[in-house]
């Protein structure tokens, strides 16, 4: 078993920063890659970022690319994603996973066996 818990979630005015970690306990030796999620108000979940544990290998949605950056602590058994100029349209729940194997993709969500409860993030306009 792996639990996951993210931090780093809150309010945040369009144009900001925000940091979100997701810590890591349990069989973290047997995950071969992260990922971030979120969900918005009336939306379904989708994919925002994912990495490759053992060498940091990134893939982001497009909608991302160029403002957040997903990275990882192996030391801590942390996940990270810093977020930066932020949108209105970023307002969601984000959700950190971990998957065993990434055979149906990084960007499945039936890729990832755990999953985190989520932080909220806001980003007024």
């Known amino acids: 078993q792996v639990q996951l818990v993210e931090s780093g979630g809150g309010l945040v005015q369009a144009g900001g920063s925000l940091r979100l970690s997701c810590a890591a306990s349990g069989r973290t030796i047997s995950m071969y890659g992260f990922g971030w999620f979120r969900q918005a108000p009336g939306k379904e979940r989708e994919f925002v970022a994912a990495?490759?544990?053992?060498?940091?290998?990134?893939e982001y949605a497009d909608s991302v690319k160029g403002r957040f950056t997903i990275s990882r602590d192996s030391a801590k058994n942390t996940v990270y994603l810093q977020m930066h100029t932020l949108k209105p349209e970023d307002t969601a729940v984000y959700y950190c996973a971990a998957a065993i194997s990434w055979a149906s993709g990084f960007a499945t969500m039936g890729s990832y066996n755990y999953w985190g409860q989520g932080t909220q993030v806001a980003v007024s306009s």
């Open positions: 990495i490759r544990w053992h060498n940091a290998y990134t």
